[in-house]
């Protein structure tokens, strides 16, 4: 499994452990990218490429996928953003 696979396991499980649920995370390659996403984790060489691809989107960029404190602020502005639509 790839460090993207990965990270999107760890970040799964983050959400999961908050109790955040209704949020899909899924991994794939920049270049499968079709604009519809709400939000984008990738390593800072990939970074300008997603944001061509899913301008729309929310890019957070990260140095390492397994273990980035990254993931914790997504949690919570989702945690956050999930208060605010209930």
Known sequence: MGSSAMGASVLRKKLKD???GGVEVVNKAVANLDG???????????TNRAKKAAPEAVHVTVDN???SPA??????????ANSVTK
């Not at 519809?36 to 990939?46: H, P």
């Not at 993931?71 to 956050?80: C, F, L, R």
Request: hydrophobic fraction near 45%; avoid cysteine; charge should be negative.
């Open 36 to 46: 519809t996403e709400d939000l984008v984790i990738t390593q800072k060489e990939l």
């Open 71 to 80: 993931y914790d602020e997504v949690v919570q502005t989702v945690q956050a």
């Open 65 to 67: 996928f397994m273990n």
């Open 18 to 20: 908050a109790g955040v």
